[in-house]
């Protein structure tokens, strides 16, 4: 067997330390250095003259980091701070044993060291740039946290601490974000939660694997937030939440003013419209009162009350189509032969500088709606257009299949996903503005006079499309013309037409593009 001198195997150790970037040091029992391996100075740069016979304590900045080697010890990575021949400050990571004599008392020490001054300052950088990355965040107004791969919580500001009352769930580092909004959602944090928890958290979960756009969440005390989240490349997720009770609050506030600007127009209105009707009627009842009295005949008077009384349940009729409440016979309808036959009607009856154009789609899908109502719709629209051509133009009634893969939506609009037959009015008129066209469904919105139109054409022809369980597009622009598309539901969709047959939806603003 081979057998090594002590100085080979010496040699062999020094070489070992210094590729592991290591130093070899050996001091006496008061830790005053005695030995210095060789590469002592090439791995630190120093002088080994400047160290030996001093004590470790002496030479560091930190001694109190000894403190071990102080009862006897052994210390591992003990960071030695000190300053070299040209005070620049340097950091040393040391490892130390106690060497004992044959009573056990610590007759030395030995270990090895290693400059780790640049991981130091490395390290020290990336803690003050955590700390003014952290400092910023508390200035941000938004709540802002970092989850890792794991979604647990690794960072977070203040203003993330949205349950600032009561006992709500704890923010705490390493805590997964499932555990926080399960906790929050089951003590009624949320109050969109509440009975379907479960359901709920699910759904919540569900966006934040798989963050797309922004979402809003109301809070139990009233507050609400937008949250937007984002994946990061190393798997994890950054939420951000922004406070918008006060936004939500001044749209509340602008809500319940349209709608009593709204209910002013239909109170007007109805009145306006119910006056006419009565001062007719009691025209009416007052000229027949005379003949009866003078002998004559009555008859024409009685007529003249008849029509007082339709005119007022047309009325009704109109105001429970906006309210969507008219009852519907609805059967199935090929839009094609429909739009052809409304083309023969308004061509005879639309004045003579108005071309009336049909053009119809092949393999048109059927829809299941009151056809009678539609013709209704259809005229109104093209009545609407004839008054937008006061010089002549084109009408334009087309049709065609369309088919949504996702919701579409534009505003207060929102088209379901599925397949719709498009039955669209379209004139070469004076067109709207944006805010007409925003206005144009709503009751009694109209630009006309007074005495040409009641303001109910638009918003009755939406009510019924919207009971039908279809949808209403508006496009137009000023001096470019109108288009109103008409969404209509294929027959065979039962499913969800069912679904929309038992109530509305939120009224559509029109569009301008």
Known sequence: MTRFRKQDRLSAFENLLSL?????????????????????ADETGLSPKSWLGRRLSDISTRASHLSLAAVGEPFQD???????????????????????????????WRGTGRDITLQWNENRHAVAAQELLLGGMEEISEGIALYDAD????????????????????FTLGEKFQDIIRAAAYKGRYPGAIGCEEEWIQRRLAYHQNPSGTFELELDDG??????????????????????????????????????????????????DFNNMLLLFECNL?????????????????????????????????????????????HLVDCNDLVLQMQELLSRTLPHGIAVQAMTSPGLWRTLIDRSQLEAAILNLSLNARDAMPNGGTLRLSTANIFYSRSIVDGHQVVEPGEYVVLSVSDTGKGMTRDVASRALEPFFTTKANDRNSGLGLSTTYGFIKQSGGELEIESQPNRGTTIRMLLPRADRGAMRDKYMLGGSRPMRGKNR
């Open 20 to 40: 592991a970037g290591c130093w070899y040091w050996e001091a006496t029992a008061d830790l005053k250095l005695r030995t210095l391996s060789p590469n002592f």
């Open 78 to 108: 003990v960071i030695f701070i000190y300053r070299d021949e040209d005070g620049a400050e340097r950091v040393m990571s040391l490892i130390g044993r106690p060497l004992r004599n044959g009573r056990g008392a610590i007759a030395g």
């Open 151 to 170: 979604d647990r919580l690794v960072l977070f500001n203040q203003n993330y601490l949205f349950f600032r009352q009561g006992d709500g769930p704890t």
């Open 223 to 272: 507050r609400w937030l937008q949250i937007i989240e984002r994946r990061t490349s190393g798997g994890g997720t950054i939420t951000v939440n922004t406070d918008i009770t006060a936004m939500k609050r001044r749209d509340e506030r602008a809500l319940q003013a349209q709608r009593l600007q709204a209910l002013g127009q239909l109170t007007g209105g109805v009145a306006h």
């Open 286 to 330: 007052e000229l027949l009162g005379k003949a009866v009295r003078a002998g004559r005949s009555a008859e024409s008077y009685f007529e003249g009350c008849e029509l007082a009384i339709g005119s007022g349940r047309g009325l009704v009729r109109r105001l429970l189509a906006v309210a969507r409440q008219q009852p519907l016979q609805p």
